[in-house]
């Protein structure tokens, strides 16, 4: 052994004890405040959103051959268009009447009929407008369609699967352990279906009046240093309220 081979020993030792001793103490450093894990989900309200658009509200009101007026259960339908057309609608009511059908004298009574109703609801004449259609299938039953425009919540389509749900090294979402593309699509599109107005999504409401009657009784109990709750008699606890 040349004494260059052990003065390279003698150099190499002292650097492995160096670097040895740092790894030991690097591995008790547990404290960080970064998220490394891959298992945080994206957000699937980012991924589904909910947009505010123009849908329509539309009922479908069948003609027979005969019969040139409204049965009872289509007049309510028809006033429900009409109270629903004052409360959220955006543009005028159409009536879509078929032509040169065997039902077609029958379908243009009845139209005279539904737009008498809408008028007796509130809706102005020149909120009305009649359109004339063919049906497709000149075999079908032609039906009077009443629609009119409204704004509307929705989100979607759903069902799209860009990649396999299995375990798949070309599968980029199971390797970091995210959510599926698909996932909380239905439960945007369900949210979006069931909420009554869709600007809530987007704005809150502007506040009601308070009722100013039990304002000014709390008032001026608080004044008095009276307590402001309201005390029910024993005998009413068992009633319902009104």
Same mark, same amino acid.
């Given at each position: 052994m040349t004494r260059n081979t052990v003065s390279r020993r003698s150099t190499i030792r002292p650097l492995f004890g160096v670097l040895l001793v740092t790894l030991t103490l690097g591995g008790c450093n547990t404290a960080t405040t970064d998220v490394v894990t891959g298992t945080v989900p994206d957000d699937y309200r980012q991924r589904h959103p909910i947009a505010v658009t123009e849908g329509e509200q539309s009922i479908v009101v069948f003609v027979g051959y005969a019969r040139g007026n409204l049965t009872e259960t289509q007049r309510d339908d028809v006033m429900g268009i009409a109270r629903g057309w004052r409360r959220e609608a955006t543009g005028a009511i159409a &009536? +879509?009447? =078929?032509? +040169? #059908? =065997?039902? @077609?004298r029958a379908a243009g009574a009845i139209y005279q009929e539904i737009r008498g109703l809408l008028a007796s609801m509130g809706v102005p004449g020149h909120a009305i407008t009649r359109r004339a259609y063919h049906p497709d299938d000149p075999? /079908?039953? /032609? #039906? &009077?369609?009443?629609?009119? =425009?409204?704004? @509307? /919540?929705? /989100?979607?389509p759903c069902g799209v699967w860009p990649a396999d749900l299995g375990p798949s090294l070309d599968n980029p979402a199971y390797i970091q352990n995210k959510e599926y593309y698909n996932f909380g699509c239905a439960t945007q599109r369900n949210l979006a279906a069931m909420v009554a107005n869709p600007s809530d999504l987007v704005q809150p409401r502007t506040e009601t009046a308070a009722y100013t009657p039990r304002r000014s009784i709390a008032f001026d109990k608080y004044r008095k240093g009276v307590t402001t709750a309201t005390t029910y008699p024993e005998a009413d606890k068992a009633k319902l309220s009104d």
């Open positions: &009536i +879509d009447v =078929p032509v +040169d #059908t =065997p039902n @077609a075999r /079908a039953l /032609a #039906t &009077i369609r009443v629609s009119y =425009p409204k704004m @509307a /919540a929705v /989100a979607g």
